[in-house]
C-alpha cells in the first residue's frame, strides 16, 4: 500500500500491480517478465512531468532574476547548460544507479542487462537514453521502434537492443 512506505523504502517497493486497481495482475507482471507497453508508456509520462518541471522552472525563475538585473546574455547560456546537465543525468543516472527513472520505479519495472540480469554501467545507460532520443526524434525511427517492442518476445526497443537491456518487472 502506497502510505505504508516509510522513508527507507525503495521507491515502488509498495507499488506492485495489487495496488493500482487499473492494471490487472499477470503473469506480464511477475518478477523478471517484461515491462508491458502500457506501463512503459505511463513510466514515460511521468518521467516527462519531472522533466518539464526540473527543468522549467528553474530556468523561468532564472529569467526573472536575470531580467531584474539586466543581464538577459547570460540566460541561453545557462539554459542550454541546465538542459543538458538534466539530460545526461537524469534518466542514465537513474537507470545505472537504481535501475530505472522514478516513473519505472513506481510502475514497478527496472532495466537490467539482458545477459544477466545486472545493473547497466553509466556509459551504456547513456548509450541507450540518447538512442531512444534519437529513435523518438526520427518518425520512421519511432515506427520500427514501437514494432520492434511490440513484436520482441521480451519487448526490447531498438535502444535496448543496441546496449544489450531490457525493461523487466521488479521483484516484490
Given at each position: 500500500m502506497i502510505g505504508s512506505m516509510s522513508s527507507g523504502d525503495d521507491l515502488g517497493s509498495d507499488l506492485g500491480s495489487s495496488s493500482l486497481p487499473w492494471m490487472v495482475a499477470s503473469s506480464r507482471s511477475l518478477p523478471g517478465s517484461p515491462g508491458d507497453?502500457?506501463?512503459?508508456?505511463?513510466?514515460?509520462?511521468?518521467?516527462?512531468?519531472?522533466?518539464?518541471?526540473?527543468?522549467?522552472?528553474?530556468?523561468i525563475a532564472l529569467d526573472r532574476i536575470l531580467v531584474a538585473a539586466s543581464a538577459d546574455d547570460v540566460w541561453l547560456p545557462s539554459a542550454a547548460a541546465w538542459s543538458l546537465a538534466f539530460l545526461l543525468?537524469?534518466?542514465?543516472l537513474s537507470v545505472s544507479r537504481w535501475g530505472g527513472t522514478v516513473g519505472k520505479r513506481l510502475l514497478g519495472m527496472e532495466v537490467v542487462r539482458d545477459a544477466d540480469?545486472?545493473?547497466?554501467?553509466?556509459?551504456?545507460?547513456?548509450?541507450?537514453h540518447l538512442s531512444n532520443l534519437a529513435v523518438h526524434i526520427v518518425p520512421?525511427?519511432?515506427?520500427?521502434?514501437?514494432?520492434?517492442?511490440?513484436?520482441?518476445?521480451?519487448?526490447?526497443?531498438?535502444?535496448?537492443r543496441l546496449v544489450g537491456?531490457?525493461?523487466?518487472?521488479?521483484?516484490?
Open positions: 507497453v502500457m506501463r512503459r508508456g505511463m513510466a514515460v509520462l511521468i518521467d516527462l512531468v519531472i522533466a518539464v518541471a526540473v527543468t522549467l522552472c528553474p530556468l543525468l537524469y534518466s542514465p540480469g545486472g545493473r547497466l554501467s553509466y556509459g551504456a545507460a547513456l548509450v541507450r520512421v525511427f519511432m515506427i520500427a521502434h514501437v514494432t520492434v517492442t511490440g513484436l520482441s518476445p521480451k519487448k526490447q526497443g531498438l535502444h535496448d537491456s531490457r525493461v523487466v518487472m521488479r521483484g516484490r
